[in-house]
């Protein structure tokens, strides 16, 4: 059936007010996800300074360092694959979005495969019981859960961006939650030198 | 000037991949070098790594200048 050239102007113009309604609120959007990271960087705050509290500066001489690098790595270079993401959506390349996308969760779903092999391996070590124990398990557990909610929030723009719509439209979505990814990220740079390196 | 904006963005991301690939063997180094006592260099090392994330990665520097897209 033929469109109207009045109502096809007029879908035009409520998708472009509708664009300009979505930019107009792009600075209240960010603010507000700068807030809750905030708050979420005064909890990881919290939990860090709980292991300076219980234990000093001592770390455990059976603690793998290079389990830790090898998770660092991991999460940097997802770090890079999600700006790729974020870069590709805001310059309307969808293939690239879709492909670091999916890179991106990939490297996430490896560094949380990772924390599973430390805690198999710290629970000889260090049970849940032990002062250290405690501390890396609830460190390295909810930064974990963290990561798993950023997977699936990638999981999401993911498929919702199949149809093109945030190559073609806003990008906020891609943009905050590629911003929650690096926060991840810069939470796990604190808390692999004070897990694994300090003395 | 959309390819000259993903060229400098595709820019930005090499040079911090060098950046935090440095600060992290940094991350290594320390400690073996100064098996005691290495809190403070570790904690300058991890801002310094969280700084470039924040200005380069997540562009805290929008909130000042909200219309600015890259």
Same mark, same amino acid.
Request: aromatic share 14%.
């Given at each position: 059936?033929?469109?109207?050239?009045?109502?096809?102007?007029?879908?035009?113009?409520?998708?472009?007010?509708?664009?300009?309604?979505?930019?107009?609120?792009?600075? !209240?959007?960010?603010?507000?996800?700068?807030?809750? !990271?905030?708050?979420?960087?005064? =909890? /990881?705050?919290?939990?860090? @300074?709980?292991?300076?509290?219980?234990?000093?500066?001592?770390?455990?001489?059976?603690?793998?360092?290079?389990?830790?690098?090898?998770?660092?790595?991991?999460?940097?270079?997802?770090?890079?694959?999600?700006?790729?993401?974020?870069?590709?959506?805001?310059?309307?390349?969808?293939?690239? =979005?879709?492909?670091?996308?999916?890179?991106?969760?990939?490297?996430?779903?490896? /560094?949380?495969?990772?924390?599973?092999?430390?805690?198999?391996?710290?629970?000889?070590? /260090?049970?849940? @019981?032990?002062?250290?124990?405690? !501390?890396l398990f609830t460190t390295t557990g909810i930064h974990a859960f963290h990561v798993l909610t950023g997977?699936?929030?990638?999981?999401?723009?993911?498929?919702?961006?199949?149809?093109?719509?945030?190559?073609?439209?806003? =990008?906020?979505?891609?943009?905050?939650?590629?911003?929650?990814?690096?926060?991840?990220?810069?939470?796990?740079? =604190?808390?692999?030198?004070?897990?694994?390196?300090?003395? | 000037?959309?390819?000259?904006? %993903?060229?400098?963005? &595709?820019?930005?991301?090499?040079?911090?991949?060098?950046?935090?690939?440095?600060?992290?063997? %940094?991350?290594?180094?320390?400690?073996?070098?100064?098996?005691?006592?290495?809190?403070?260099?570790?904690? #300058?090392?991890?801002? #310094?790594?969280?700084? %470039?994330?924040?200005?380069?990665? &997540?562009? #805290?520097?929008? %909130?000042?200048?909200?219309?600015?897209?890259?």
């Amino acid at each position: 059936m033929a469109v109207a050239p009045h109502a096809a102007s007029h879908g035009q113009g409520q998708a472009a007010s509708h664009g300009g309604h979505a930019r107009a609120r792009l600075p !209240i959007n960010r603010l507000g996800l700068w807030l809750f !990271i905030l708050s979420d960087a005064f =909890f /990881f705050g919290a939990l860090l @300074s709980t292991r300076y509290y219980l234990r000093g500066v001592h770390t455990p001489s059976e603690v793998s360092q290079l389990l830790g690098f090898v998770l660092t790595t991991v999460l940097l270079l997802s770090s890079v694959t999600a700006y790729r993401a974020e870069t590709f959506a805001i310059h309307r390349d969808q293939k690239g =979005f879709r492909r670091n996308t999916l890179y991106t969760i990939f490297l996430g779903l490896i /560094f949380v495969v990772g924390v599973g092999v430390e805690w198999v391996l710290a629970f000889e070590h /260090f049970p849940p @019981s032990t002062e250290f124990g405690t !501390i890396l398990f609830t460190t390295t557990g909810i930064h974990a859960f963290h990561v798993l909610t950023g997977i699936l929030g990638l999981t999401a723009v993911y498929r919702l961006g199949k149809d093109g719509r945030y190559t073609q439209g806003s =990008f906020w979505p891609v943009e905050g939650v590629v911003k929650y990814w690096h926060f991840v990220d810069v939470a796990w740079m =604190f808390i692999f030198p004070t897990l694994y390196l300090v003395n | 000037m959309h390819t000259d904006g %993903l060229k400098r963005a &595709m820019r930005r991301m090499w040079w911090m991949i060098l950046a935090l690939a440095v600060l992290t063997l %940094l991350d290594v180094i320390i400690p073996a070098l100064m098996p005691h006592g290495n809190v403070v260099f570790l904690g #300058i090392v991890a801002a #310094i790594e969280a700084g %470039l994330v924040f200005y380069y990665f &997540m562009h #805290i520097g929008q %909130l000042w200048h909200p219309h600015e897209e890259e």
